[in-house]
């Protein structure tokens, strides 16, 4: 198990949004987490990334306790987030923002930018750019190779189609999905519940702060509650 | 009684005498301009230098620190009361660095941070108490009489178009430009300081690909408190220290800052320049009376037409 997750729960101020929460993300899986909005999705995100503090319950990664460690400590284990709303650092340029992306890791990372820019060809052209003159799926795109800059071991993807037009979710969706072919482990949070689990090996249905589901991704897929609540079928 | 040349050198134009073979009304009205000008620009860079601490600690933490001319104070007591002491010149300097830094880290450590979640008010309001307590503390220890230092290349005036020119102008403006200029390298051209510079662009971003944020606020006081502290040594020559020094020293950096665009750098250093130049006129043509006055008359005027400021944040963000 790279990723186990035990009884968590967080709350904001009095508002009880994770309700012992348990989940896990094996080396090498695409695991979904679908659920409307405010189920909790988001939350779990910055509770794993440590942005957000949990009240209680237990993260393990690789098997050591990262409850209580802070976001940049968790960068440094190999968790990285492309957050919801991409969070690009606008006024700089694409390859700074790239570079930031391998802050924690140091050294020089020319090759890995150069490799960023093999998969995405049109950031090459818009290296200078500032981040934030972009088109949402560009700005989607520096955000993912902004976290893949820092070899993650787990890669969090919170809402990564959100804003944008159909055509390029499914460009950002296959991209996804070639990046778990290379063999990186992906924890992807969606409320697009049809795309995200048709690529997903397992998925798991958050209400309200809670687990009501998990199953592979395909059982969830073919389940009538799934359809009924999130696939309007 | 405070001297009249504190704060800014009140600009003296040379006696006509002095400036020889150069006469006539439209020289003299030439070298008189020169004259306020040198000093402006002189004061201006402490200015500069001073918004410059303001930005870098308002990017990193949203603060605004009205202890920042507390730190040029600590750079000007230390260097004028440790060279009295015997200690060599640069090394004052360095001492007075270290202690402002010292002082600028414990603030961010123990006031700002312990208060991260209080209203950007509240923060204000423990800078302005850290502030009152430095002075006190430097009344305490320094006393309260002015402290002179000894200019660092002498006393002569360099003649410049009937214009009269201090050697320690020139150390001002050209230490000033130095700090400017590694400054602008660390931000544009350093990962450190474009992980600075991420952070007020985006915190949580910054958090998400590592950057402990904290250790970030923690060195933009550091940073800021050096600066400062750099800027009163070289100017103390000129002005004297007091424990006092600061009050006004922080107020026109943060009219430089304001001006600028709050949270720009290049428009700190340009706001400065400006207040410094306005004062310096002001105090030459009208009377040296309203000298002070200028920069807050600056600042109304730039919180009604144009609160951006001159080089406000421009709007290159898509959402």
Same mark, same amino acid.
């Not at chain 1, 993650?152 to 037009?165: I, K, Q, V």
């Not at chain 2, 306005?278 to 730039?302: H, N, P, Q």
């Given at each position: 198990?790279?990723?186990?997750?035990?009884?968590?729960?967080?709350?904001?101020?009095?508002?009880?949004?994770?309700?012992?929460?348990?989940?896990?993300?094996?080396?090498?899986?695409?695991?979904?987490?679908?659920?409307?909005?405010?189920?909790?999705?988001?939350?779990?995100?910055?509770?794993?990334?440590?942005?957000?503090?949990?009240?209680?319950?237990?993260?393990?990664?690789?098997?050591?306790?990262?409850?209580?460690?802070?976001?940049?400590?968790?960068?440094?284990?190999?968790?990285?987030?492309?957050?919801?709303?991409?969070?690009?650092?606008?006024?700089?340029?694409?390859?700074?923002?790239?570079?930031?992306?391998?802050?924690?890791?140091?050294?020089?990372?020319?090759?890995?930018?150069?490799?960023?820019?093999?998969?995405?060809?049109?950031?090459?052209?818009?290296?200078?750019?500032?981040?934030?003159? #972009?088109?949402? @799926?560009?700005?989607?795109?520096?955000?993912?190779?902004? &976290? +893949?800059? *820092?070899?993650? %071991?787990?890669?969090?993807?919170?809402?990564?189609?959100?804003?944008?037009?159909?055509?390029?979710?499914?460009?950002?969706?296959?991209?996804?999905?070639?990046?778990?072919?290379?063999?990186?482990?992906?924890?992807?949070?969606?409320?697009?519940?049809?795309?995200?689990?048709?690529?997903?090996?397992?998925?798991?249905? #958050?209400?309200? @702060?809670?687990?009501?589901?998990?199953?592979?991704?395909? &059982? +969830?897929? *073919?389940?009538? %509650?799934?359809?009924?609540?999130?696939?309007?079928? | 009684?405070?001297?009249?040349?504190?704060?800014?050198?009140?600009?003296?134009?040379?006696?006509?005498?002095?400036?020889?073979?150069?006469?006539?009304?439209?020289?003299?009205?030439?070298?008189?301009?020169?004259?306020?000008?040198?000093?402006?620009?002189?004061?201006?860079?402490?200015?500069?230098?001073?918004?410059?601490?303001?930005?870098?600690?308002?990017?990193?933490?949203?603060?605004?620190?009205?202890?920042?001319?507390?730190?040029?104070?600590?750079?000007?007591?230390?260097?004028?009361?440790?060279?009295?002491?015997?200690?060599?010149?640069?090394?004052?300097?360095?001492?007075?660095?270290?202690?402002?830094?010292?002082?600028?880290?414990?603030?961010?450590?123990?006031?700002?941070?312990?208060?991260?979640?209080?209203?950007?008010?509240?923060?204000?309001?423990?800078?302005?108490?850290?502030?009152?307590?430095?002075?006190?503390?430097?009344?305490?220890?320094?006393?309260?009489?002015?402290?002179?230092?000894?200019?660092?290349?002498?006393?002569?005036?360099?003649?410049?178009?009937?214009?009269?020119?201090?050697?320690?102008?020139?150390?001002?403006?050209?230490?000033?430009?130095?700090?400017?200029?590694?400054?602008?390298?660390?931000?544009?051209?350093?990962?450190?300081?474009?992980?600075?510079?991420?952070?007020?662009?985006?915190?949580?971003?910054?958090?998400?690909?590592?950057?402990?944020?904290?250790?970030?606020?923690?060195?933009?006081?550091?940073?800021?408190?050096?600066?400062?502290?750099?800027?009163?040594?070289?100017?103390?020559?000129?002005?004297?220290?007091?424990?006092?020094?600061?009050?006004?020293?922080?107020?026109?950096?943060?009219?430089?800052?304001?001006?600028?665009?709050?949270?720009?750098?290049?428009?700190?250093?340009?706001?400065?320049?400006?207040?410094?130049?306005?004062?310096?006129?002001?105090?030459?043509?009208?009377?040296?009376?309203?000298?002070?006055?200028?920069?807050?008359?600056?600042?109304?005027?730039?919180?009604?037409?144009?609160?951006?400021?001159?080089?406000?944040?421009?709007?290159?963000?898509?959402?």
């Amino acid at each position: 198990m790279l990723l186990e997750i035990s009884g968590i729960n967080t709350h904001y101020g009095r508002i009880h949004a994770l309700k012992s929460v348990d989940l896990v993300v094996n080396e090498g899986e695409l695991v979904a987490l679908v659920g409307a909005n405010g189920a909790g999705k988001t939350t779990l995100l910055r509770t794993l990334s440590g942005v957000q503090n949990a009240t209680s319950g237990t993260i393990k990664f690789e098997g050591v306790d990262i409850t209580r460690m802070t976001p940049h400590q968790r960068v440094a284990e190999g968790i990285l987030q492309v957050p919801e709303g991409r969070q690009l650092f606008g006024p700089l340029s694409v390859e700074d923002n790239l570079r930031l992306g391998a802050y924690r890791r140091g050294g020089k990372p020319n090759d890995d930018i150069e490799r960023m820019y093999a998969s995405f060809p049109i950031l090459k052209q818009k290296r200078h750019q500032p981040a934030g003159t #972009l088109s949402g @799926g560009q700005q989607q795109m520096v955000a993912i190779a902004r &976290a +893949l800059m *820092a070899h993650p %071991r787990l890669l969090l993807l919170d809402e990564p189609s959100m804003g944008l037009a159909p055509l390029l979710v499914g460009e950002i969706f296959n991209a996804v999905q070639g990046l778990k072919q290379q063999g990186t482990t992906i924890f992807l949070v969606e409320q697009n519940a049809y795309a995200a689990l048709a690529i997903a090996d397992r998925g798991y249905v #958050l209400e309200t @702060g809670e687990v009501t589901l998990h199953d592979t991704g395909e &059982a +969830l897929l *073919a389940s009538d %509650r799934v359809k009924q609540a999130y696939l309007g079928l | 009684m405070k001297p009249a040349k504190f704060l800014a050198p009140s600009p003296q134009p040379l006696s006509r005498e002095g400036r020889g073979a150069l006469s006539g009304d439209a020289i003299t009205m030439g070298a008189d301009f020169l004259q306020f000008l040198v000093s402006g620009i002189t004061v201006g860079a402490i200015y500069a230098l001073a918004g410059l601490g303001f930005a870098i600690i308002y990017n990193a933490s949203t603060v605004i620190n009205f202890a920042q001319g507390e730190f040029i104070m600590i750079g000007g007591m230390s260097a004028s009361t440790l060279t009295a002491a015997g200690v060599p010149l640069p090394l004052a300097i360095l001492a007075g660095c270290a202690v402002a830094m010292l002082g600028g880290v414990l603030l961010a450590k123990f006031a700002i941070e312990k208060a991260r979640n209080a209203s950007v008010v509240t923060l204000i309001i423990i800078t302005i108490g850290a502030s009152i307590f430095l002075r006190g503390l430097a009344e305490v220890v320094w006393g309260k009489e002015f402290h002179q230092l000894a200019s660092f290349s002498g006393d002569t005036p360099i003649l410049l178009l009937g214009a009269a020119i201090l050697p320690q102008s020139l150390w001002v403006v050209g230490v000033a430009l130095v700090l400017i200029l590694v400054i602008g390298f660390f931000f544009t051209r350093t990962l450190a300081g474009k992980a600075m510079l991420a952070t007020s662009y985006n915190r949580l971003a910054a958090q998400l690909v590592g950057v402990n944020v904290r250790k970030v606020v923690l060195a933009a006081f550091a940073l800021s408190a050096a600066l400062g502290a750099v800027g009163g040594a070289v100017v103390t020559p000129i002005t004297f220290s007091s424990s006092e020094m600061g009050i006004m020293l922080g107020l026109k950096g943060f009219t430089a800052a304001v001006l600028g665009g709050l949270g720009n750098g290049l428009g700190a250093v340009v706001g400065g320049l400006i207040v410094g130049i306005a004062e310096a006129l002001s105090a030459g043509y009208l009377s040296s009376a309203y000298k002070d006055a200028v920069a807050f008359v600056i600042i109304l005027l730039v919180l009604v037409f144009m609160p951006n400021g001159l080089f406000g944040k421009r709007g290159t963000e898509r959402v």
